[in-house]
């Protein structure tokens, strides 16, 4: 077995917790860090604390920001009749990027879990509710589609429809540039469902 230092090893531990990083990666993080000049590994240090620090919540939407209430949620351009629903606030950025989406957003933090233990409980249901009753028009749903975010979304569609909202989701279907004889049956299926008038 090979011994190394047990500061490195913790720093490899440490990386490894990070999503999508095994423990190969994990070292190779570690020992490039390793290399690197200290001020460089300071100043990383010091910029994931600072993150930790300012970075909350948003007391409406519950997307990450610095600022309470966040910059989409305290714009007056935003469109205050449609709210689209997300898991998570990598979501938001994902949607923002479109420019194409002009209303206001709300964070669940996740999708119903049951083998997980994340129940409604455990998302920001509630929130949503209680902003969905004041002065909103749709709700669009745009959740990731497996099993989680499909039983997420039937949920959430039997709570909204007594309110009085109008519940979308977004198309499904195929990618720009996929090709039809490699696309999975639920997705040309979803693909079909959603299909728009030319």
């Known amino acids: 077995m090979l011994h190394t230092s047990e500061a490195l090893q913790q720093l490899i531990e440490e990386f490894s917790q990070l999503p999508g990083i095994g423990r190969k990666s994990a070292q190779r993080l570690a020992l490039h860090l390793l290399k690197q000049p200290r001020e460089d590994v300071v100043r990383m240090a010091r910029t994931l604390v600072n993150m930790k620090d300012r970075i909350r919540y948003c007391s409406v939407c519950w997307n990450i920001t610095e600022e309470d209430p966040c910059a989409v949620c305290a714009s007056p351009k935003r469109d205050r009749s449609m709210i689209c629903v997300v898991e998570e606030p990598n979501d ?81 279907g195929l990618p720009v540039g996929g090709d039809l004889e490699f696309a999975d049956e639920a997705t040309l299926s979803r693909a079909l469902e959603g299909r728009v008038v030319l």
Request: net charge negative; glycine share 10%.
């Open 92 to 172: 938001v950025i994902a949607v923002e990027k479109t420019n194409d989406f002009t209303g206001l957003y709300h964070v669940l933090g996740g999708a119903l879990s049951p083998l997980d233990g994340v129940g409604p409980e455990d998302l920001k249901v509630r929130e949503l509710l209680g902003r969905s009753a004041n002065d909103v028009a749709e709700v669009i749903l745009a959740l990731n589609p497996n099993v989680e975010g499909e039983a997420t979304t039937i949920y959430l569609t039997k709570l909204l429809k007594p309110l009085g909202v109008k519940v979308t989701r977004i198309a499904r």
